[in-house]
């Protein structure tokens, strides 16, 4: 109990609590700075300051004085205390003070500090456990006893009563740590298993943060792509404007200087025609033939051919040279198709091929975007969309619109056909060979030469061409089929224009033990320096 009287002794008398920075008075009395620091400032207005214990008074605002001795007394008493947010339950007993508890009686429905529990009684009945305040639950609602077993067939915890005369009598029970320990068994694995899932749900979160980063960066780069692209648009169109305007002021100030110099000629030249028709009136106004008939002849006097001429020049004076500014003007044209270059860009979704069209000696990988030629019979069933006299796949999507592309790798096989078809191609026999009909399109190469073919019509392509990867572009409403190789640099290799009927499939035919692979398109800057 001394440790309880000392806890009295270390009281601040104002906030109860043990000192924090206690502080004396002249009267010998010690308090936390901070309270009555407080209570100091509240006598403030009547003038006169007081103890709060023993009411000495002064007129003047007392000193306070550090008490480093009890400071010191009370920093050890509270290193002696343990930790009570670690244990966070009380002694039942200690009711001078709060003493952390370090056991509770189920019997007793108590808690003990070290103290209590060293006199506390050792008999069987007063079963110890970890502190805790619901003692009441570890008791038989029905006996008042503490429980001791489980029922495993009502899983529920009973005392002895209950399992000898109660209602669980005859019902296969369990000690309480024995049926504890099955529990936490199956909790482990139960923990295990959610261990896994949590690390597969973190292995997505990683995938799907990286997706998202590398989203946002393809984001940044075309919106820096696609201001730079607007900023020299407005770069181009602001130096036509200049150059346009320019010519017009500059042809006007041309204008204006020759208008300026034929007025000054016809002043003159009218100026001329006055003083001529004044001495035609003066003849005209004389009594005597002989001055008039000596005057010379008045046929020169309206020069018509002078007039026209200067008719002529006003005319060519006033026009300006549109034809100049036209063409600078058609530099527009020019512009704008940099900006559809530019700025059209359109990704497709991945090609997947249709296992359901695949020949049996085509072998469709996992993914289903790559085609192997394969010497075993895959043994799929046979349907009219499957095709059957030649190792060929079509895609399962179909274009009905719009522009699309994408590329093939045919590095893996030294002979193969690509191209696109209409989904009413033949699926047997010669005819439904790709390129050998009117319903498909198609780039092949075989004994190391490359072709272009339509309705069996084959066109060979002259030079060396590499064509380990090829990429097809269709415009649809345009009617317009293109090959590419994509080497370095990229090589268009030839483009057919037809009347498209139908929707599109991309075709593909491999041979030889080959393999081939199809993807959407995935590098916009190599489209871009294509198109």
Request: proline share 3%; aromatic share 4%.
């Amino acid at each position: 109990m001394a440790s309880a009287d000392l806890r009295q002794e270390l009281d601040c008398s104002i906030c109860l609590s043990i000192y924090t920075d206690p502080v004396t008075l002249r009267c010998g009395h010690n308090f936390c700075r901070v309270c009555i620091d407080r209570v100091l400032d509240a006598q403030e207005d009547t003038g006169v300051y007081s103890c709060p214990d023993c009411r000495a008074e002064s007129q003047e605002r007392p000193a306070l004085q550090r008490n480093i001795t009890l400071c010191n007394i009370a920093e050890s008493f509270l290193s002696t205390l343990p930790d009570q947010e670690e244990t966070g339950y009380l002694c039942t007993y200690c009711i001078h003070s709060p003493v952390p508890a370090a056991k509770s009686c189920q019997l007793c429905e108590a808690s003990l500090c070290d103290d209590h529990l060293r006199v506390h009684s050792k008999s069987a009945g007063h079963v110890l456990c970890d502190p805790t305040t619901a003692l009441g639950n570890r008791k038989c609602c029905v006996h008042k006893k503490i429980l001791e077993y489980y029922c495993t067939e009502d899983d529920v915890c009973i005392c002895v009563s209950c399992s000898l005369a109660g209602e669980h009598r005859g019902h296969l029970v369990e000690m309480l740590d024995e049926a504890s320990e099955k529990k936490k068994e199956k909790l482990r694995n139960v923990l295990q298993k959610l261990t896994t899932k949590r690390g597969d749900t973190e292995k997505r979160i990683h995938s799907l943060q990286k997706r998202r980063r590398e989203d946002q960066g393809k984001v940044v780069g075309l919106t820096d792509r696609v201001n730079a692209l607007f900023r020299d648009i407005r770069r181009q169109l602001k130096d036509l404007e200049k150059r346009v305007l320019s010519e017009i002021s500059r042809q006007e100030q041309c204008f204006s200087l020759s208008v300026a110099d034929l007025i000054q000629q016809m002043e003159i030249k009218k100026d001329e025609l006055s003083g001529k028709m004044r001495h035609i009136e003066e003849l005209c106004n004389m009594s005597d033939p002989v001055t008039v008939l000596r005057e010379p002849d008045t046929g020169d006097l309206c020069d018509t051919e002078d007039t026209e001429r200067h008719d002529s020049q006003v005319r060519g004076a006033g026009d300006l040279d549109v034809g100049l500014i036209s063409g600078t003007l058609h530099t527009l044209s020019d512009i704008i198709t940099g900006i559809n270059t530019g700025i059209y860009v359109q990704e497709d979704t991945d090609i997947l091929l249709d296992v359901t069209t695949a020949a049996n000696d085509v072998q469709i990988s996992g993914d289903r975007k790559t085609a192997s030629s394969s010497h075993i019979n895959q043994n799929r069933s046979v349907t009219p969309e499957r095709f059957q006299s030649h190792p060929q796949v079509i895609s399962s999507r179909r274009f009905s619109s719009g522009r699309h592309y994408w590329e093939v790798d045919v590095s893996k096989s030294v002979s193969w056909r690509v191209g696109m078809c209409y989904p009413s191609i033949d699926r047997r026999g010669n005819q439904s060979l790709i390129g050998d009909n009117n319903k498909s399109w198609c780039l092949r190469r075989f004994n190391n030469e490359c072709s272009v073919l339509h309705d069996s019509t084959d066109i060979p392509l002259a030079g060396n061409i590499p064509c380990d990867r090829v990429r097809v572009y269709l415009d649809y409403e345009a009617g317009q089929l293109s090959f590419y190789s994509l080497g370095d640099p990229i090589r268009h290799l030839h483009t057919y224009t037809a009347a498209l009927t139908e929707p599109l499939h991309a075709a593909l035919g491999v041979w030889r033990g080959g393999r081939i692979t199809i993807s959407g398109a995935d590098r916009v800057q190599d489209w871009e320096e294509l198109a």
